[in-house]
């Protein structure tokens, strides 16, 4: 399996959040993570980063984030030119899917911890 660079948005440390969930399992899974969440701190050995200054060859950007707080990331979102970005449940924004499309970024609807479990990710 090649690792796919993945940037978790919406980091956390609090381990009953998805994102902290979803760091771990990536991590297990052998891919290479960034996180970026609104603390610094580390997860599974991950740092969490409040910027995006020193973010490169990011494959996916999985969200963790609802659409009201997407707005401050979609410039840099779309300036990292990831594969494609995961919405995750709750997240998504038809707005930013569209933003995203017309960039050539694939949108996908889905949830990382399912895709990681269907071996789908």
């Known amino acids: 399996?090649?690792?796919?660079?993945?940037l978790v948005l919406g980091a956390s440390e609090n381990p009953s959040r998805y994102s902290n969930m979803a760091i771990k399992r990536l991590v297990d899974a052998g891919h290479e993570?960034?996180?970026?969440?609104?603390?610094?701190?580390?997860v599974a050995?991950?740092?969490?980063?409040?910027?995006?200054?020193?973010?490169?060859?990011?494959?996916?950007?999985?969200?963790?984030?609802?659409?009201?707080?997407?707005?401050?990331?979609?410039?840099?979102?779309?300036?990292?030119?990831p594969k494609r970005v995961i919405f995750n449940p709750g997240?998504?924004?038809?707005?930013?899917?569209?933003?995203?499309?017309?960039?050539g970024v694939e949108a996908v609807d889905a949830c990382t911890l399912v895709m990681l479990s269907a071996d789908t990710y």
């Open 1 to 6: 399996m090649k690792s796919k660079k993945t």
């Open 33 to 42: 993570v960034a996180a970026v969440g609104l603390r610094k701190g580390e």
């Open 91 to 103: 997240t998504v924004n038809s707005e930013f899917i569209e933003e995203l499309e017309s960039s």
């Open 45 to 81: 050995g991950v740092p969490i980063q409040t910027d995006f200054s020193a973010l490169k060859n990011i494959h996916t950007v999985t969200l963790y984030l609802g659409p009201k707080n997407q707005s401050t990331y979609t410039e840099a979102v779309l300036e990292l030119k």
